[in-house]
T-cell receptor, first 111, second 113 residues
Framework: EAGVTQFPSHSVIEKGQTVTLRCDPI?????LYWYRRVMGKEIKFLLH????????ESGMPNNRFLAERTGGTYSTLKVQPAELEDSGVYFC?????????FGPGTRLTVT | GENVEQHPSTLSVQEGDSAVIKCTYS??????FPWYKQELGKGPQLIID?????GEKKDQRIAVTLNKTAKHFSLHITETQPEDSAVYFC????????????FGTGTRLQVTL
């Protein structure tokens, strides 16, 4: 069974540009989460989808971040316009119950 | 909201020795406590978890203990091997089954030969 996949693995963009991250969850997992780790700090929750619906978006930092989950399958996280403080590793996770399984992450660098 | 503290931030042990990583949480309603191992260039991998109705759980060389009264939980690795070297994260969850996780800041474990 394939795990959670994320694309791209790395992205380097300039301040003010737009970036879109993609996550493909484990097949059959209704729950999809986005997390972020900034500058070696803790992994912080961004938001949670149940199928195509946003269940909890309390961790989204501001309206420059937009997450979607088309048809309840893959999800995208768009940052527009990107700021320097958005640099970090963005993780996606999926679950069908309590256990959350993480993808390899996308390392975003904003210069 | 929930807050999780993790100590130590770095830990160096000799191969064969034991390693212990400790976490505390703030919300007494938290009911699920997973531990993740992150190797270089990879995402966090779930290695063991414990629920609030259990005090201890063991899986081969790895064990987790939970003290609900003190709001502490710990990861114990025995007979450490070089491949145990990684960053370990504790986490806590309160609310429903699929609620978000709140993570500690991570412990970098180095197992030396």
């Amino acid at each position: 069974e394939a795990g959670v996949t994320q694309f791209p693995s790395h992205s380097v963009i300039e301040k003010g540009q737009t970036v879109t991250l993609r996550c493909d969850p484990i097949s059959g997992h209704d729950n999809l989460y986005w997390y972020r780790r900034v500058m070696g700090k803790e992994i912080k929750f961004l938001l949670h989808f149940v199928k195509e619906s946003k269940q909890d978006e309390s961790g989204m930092p501001n309206n420059r971040f937009l997450a979607e989950r088309t048809g309840g399958t893959y999800s995208t996280l768009k940052v527009q316009p990107a700021e320097l403080e958005d640099s970090g590793v963005y993780f996606c996770a999926s679950s069908q119950s309590s256990e959350q399984y993480f993808g390899p992450g996308t390392r975003l660098t904003v210069t | 909201g929930e807050n999780v503290e993790q100590h130590p931030s770095t830990l160096s042990v000799q191969e064969g020795d034991s390693a212990v990583i400790k976490c505390t949480y703030s919300d007494s309603a938290s009911n699920y406590f997973p531990w993740y191992k992150q190797e270089l260039g990879k995402g966090p991998q779930l290695i063991i978890d414990i629920r609030s109705n259990v005090g201890e759980k063991k899986d081969q060389r790895i064990a987790v203990t939970l003290n609900k009264t003190a709001k502490h939980f710990s990861l114990h690795i025995t007979e450490t091997q070089p491949e145990d070297s990684a960053v370990y994260f504790c986490a806590a969850k309160y609310g429903g089954t699929a609620s978000k996780l709140t993570f500690g800041t991570g412990t970098r474990l180095q197992v030396t030969l």
